[in-house]
C-alpha cells in the first residue's frame, strides 16, 4: 500500500527512488493551487481525497499540467482573437463576394462564440452536439448505400456503349462530385442563415448572446437579481434558470408538484424530484451510497470536491486566495467567482431582497432567509456548551468561538490589539483613523457606530415630543378665553 501512495499519479513514475528523495521534487495535488481542478480538466475525471489512487504529482508531470492549463487558455484567448479579426476582414467583402474559405472560417468562429457564451447550458449543448453526430452519422450511412446501390445498378446494365469498370468508378467520382457540391450550397445556406441572426451585446461586459432573453436575464444578473422573475402580477419570485421559470409558471396554471417518500413512517414531500431521491439516499440509503469529501487537515467532510477544494482555503494565508476585488483601497480576496460577485454588490450597494415584515433590504436570498428567522423563529441553534439559543448557524459559530473557545482572530492593523468579531475590529480601527460615518440628520453630529446614532436620535425624538406638549398648553380653550374676557370686564 505505502508503493502505491508513493508513485506519481500521473507517470506511476516511484517517488523513493534517488531522483525523488528530495520533498521538492513531488507536489500533493490537494494542496497545491487549483492542481487538483487543472489535473481533472486534463484528463477527464472526477479527483477525490476518498479515492484509493497516489495523491502525489512528480515535479515533472506537475509542470505538464501547469503547461497544458496555459495552453488551453492560450488557445481560447486566440479563438477570440481571431474571430474579431475575421468579422472586420468580412466586411471587405460583398455578400456575394465572400470565399468559400473565409465563410467556413466565419462558421467556426460562429461555432466558437456560441461556446463561450452558453458554458452555463453545458447540458443543452451536449445534447445537441449529440443530435448533430446522429444527424451526421445518419447522413454518412445513407450517403454509403446510395453510393453502394448506384455501383450496383452500373454493374448490372448491359455493357451497350462499351462502359468497363473504369467507366464505373468515374461515374462514382461524378456521383460523388454532384454530391459534394450539393453539400456546399446547403452549408453556404446554413452560414448564410446564420448570419442573418442578430447578436445581442451587453453594455457592460463583453459578453455577446443569439438570444434576446438570455441578454436581458445576464442584465439582471449585472443588477444583483436573480436572471428569469416570474411575469404573473404580485409575484415576486425569481429563477436561476429559465426551466424553473417555466415549472413555476404551470404552478399558476395549476399544476401540483408533490414528490412525498414513500418509505414507511416518513412524511417527507418535496417540490423536486432530484430533492427527493437525494433524501432517499441519505436517510433510507437507497441507491449507490452518497460520496465524501474529507478535508485532511481538520478533518470536516464536504459533499462535493468543489466545496471541499474551496474550503482549502481557510487552512492558507488569504493573500492566495485566487480572486481580488478591483475596488481602491480595498484589499479582500476570495475563493471563488460567487463571493467576490457578492461583495462587488455591497460595494456598488445592491440590495434587492426585502423583508416583508420590517422592509429591512439585503444584499443576497440566503441574507434575507436568515434575518426572516429572526422574526418568525421557524429554526434556532442552542449551543451544546451552555443555555443559549442562536437565531443563525453563523451566530452560533460566533458564540461558541468568541464566548467558549475565547478566540480573538482579528487583529487591528494600527495596533496589537485583537478582537472577537470583525465588526468590532473594524470600529476600532475607526478610531485610528478618526472616521465617523454615522450622521444624524437633524442636526448633522457624526456618530462611530449606528447604535450610538440611534440612541443620540431618541433625544430629538423626546424633544420633539416635550415642544409638542408646550404648543398643547400654550392654545387656549374658548371657554377659557371667556373667562379671562368677563375678568377683564369686571376690572373696569
Not at 516511484?14 to 487549483?34: C, G, Q, R, T
Not at 481571431?82 to 462558421?107: N, T
Not at 445556406?189 to 436575464?217: G, M, N, Q, W
Not at 472616521?435 to 424633544?463: D, V
Amino acid at each position: 500500500m505505502d508503493e502505491l501512495y508513493n508513485t506519481c499519479r500521473a507517470c506511476a513514475k516511484d517517488l523513493n527512488s534517488h531522483k525523488y528523495l528530495n520533498a521538492m521534487n513531488k507536489v500533493n495535488i490537494f494542496e497545491a493551487p487549483d492542481i487538483a481542478k487543472k489535473l481533472a480538466s486534463c484528463i477527464s475525471v472526477e479527483l477525490s481525497l476518498a479515492d484509493e489512487y497516489p495523491k502525489f504529482l512528480c515535479e515533472c508531470c506537475y509542470q505538464k499540467v501547469n503547461d497544458f492549463h496555459q495552453f488551453r487558455e492560450m488557445c481560447r484567448e486566440s479563438i477570440q482573437h481571431f474571430e474579431e479579426l475575421i468579422l472586420a476582414k468580412k466586411s471587405l467583402f460583398s455578400e456575394d463576394e465572400v470565399p468559400i474559405s473565409i465563410l467556413e472560417d466565419q462558421s467556426r468562429s460562429l461555432t466558437r462564440v456560441n461556446e463561450l457564451n452558453h458554458l452555463e447550458d453545458s447540458s443543452v449543448k451536449y445534447q445537441d452536439d449529440l443530435e448533430k453526430q446522429t444527424e451526421v452519422d445518419d447522413y454518412n450511412k445513407k450517403y454509403e448505400i446510395e453510393n453502394a446501390e448506384y455501383c450496383e445498378q452500373v454493374m448490372s446494365t448491359p455493357n451497350v456503349h462499351g462502359h468497363d469498370e473504369n467507366n464505373c468508378d468515374s461515374d462514382v467520382v461524378e456521383l460523388n462530385n454532384i454530391r459534394r457540391v450539393k453539400s456546399e450550397k446547403t452549408s453556404l445556406k446554413k452560414l448564410s442563415d446564420c448570419e442573418t441572426k442578430i447578436i445581442y451585446r451587453c453594455d457592460i461586459c463583453p459578453s455577446r448572446f443569439f438570444v434576446e432573453h438570455r441578454l436581458i436575464a445576464h442584465k439582471r444578473e449585472h443588477e444583483g437579481l436573480m436572471p428569469y422573475p416570474c411575469t404573473q402580477e404580485r409575484c415576486t419570485k425569481a429563477f436561476n434558470r429559465r426551466s424553473a421559470l417555466a415549472r413555476h409558471l404551470r404552478q399558476h396554471e395549476g399544476y401540483s408538484f408533490q414528490y412525498a417518500c414513500d418509505q414507511g413512517g416518513c412524511d417527507k414531500v418535496y417540490k423536486h424530484k432530484p430533492t427527493l431521491v437525494m433524501h432517499q439516499r441519505k436517510y433510507h440509503k437507497l441507491g449507490p451510497e452518497l460520496k465524501t469529501h474529507i478535508c485532511e487537515i481538520c478533518g470536516k467532510v464536504f459533499k462535493t470536491t468543489t466545496m471541499l477544494n474551496d474550503h482549502h482555503y481557510t487552512h492558507k494565508d488569504k493573500s492566495e486566495r485566487p480572486y481580488a476585488c478591483d475596488q481602491p483601497k480595498c484589499m479582500r480576496r476570495f475563493s471563488n467567482k460567487d463571493k467576490l460577485k457578492v461583495h462587488l454588490m455591497r460595494h456598488a450597494g445592491i440590495k434587492n431582497y426585502v423583508c416583508p415584515h420590517c422592509g429591512m433590504r439585503k444584499t443576497t436570498m440566503n441574507e434575507l432567509k436568515v434575518h426572516i428567522n429572526y422574526h418568525t423563529l421557524e429554526r434556532t441553534w442552542p449551543c451544546r456548551f451552555c443555555t443559549h439559543i442562536c437565531n443563525s448557524s453563523g451566530n452560533l459559530k460566533t458564540h461558541v468561538r468568541t464566548v467558549h473557545e475565547r478566540a480573538k482572530d482579528y487583529a487591528c492593523r494600527y495596533c496589537e490589539r485583537t478582537f472577537a468579531k470583525p465588526d468590532t475590529r473594524k470600529y476600532h480601527e475607526m478610531t485610528h483613523t478618526g472616521e465617523k460615518p454615522n450622521e444624524c440628520p437633524e442636526c448633522g453630529k457624526r456618530f462611530l457606530q449606528p447604535a450610538a446614532l440611534r440612541t443620540h436620535r431618541k433625544i430629538h425624538q423626546r424633544q420633539g415630543v416635550h415642544s409638542s406638549k408646550a404648543k398643547k398648553c400654550e392654545k387656549k380653550t374658548p371657554a377659557q378665553e371667556t373667562v379671562l374676557k368677563n375678568a377683564e370686564n369686571t376690572e373696569y
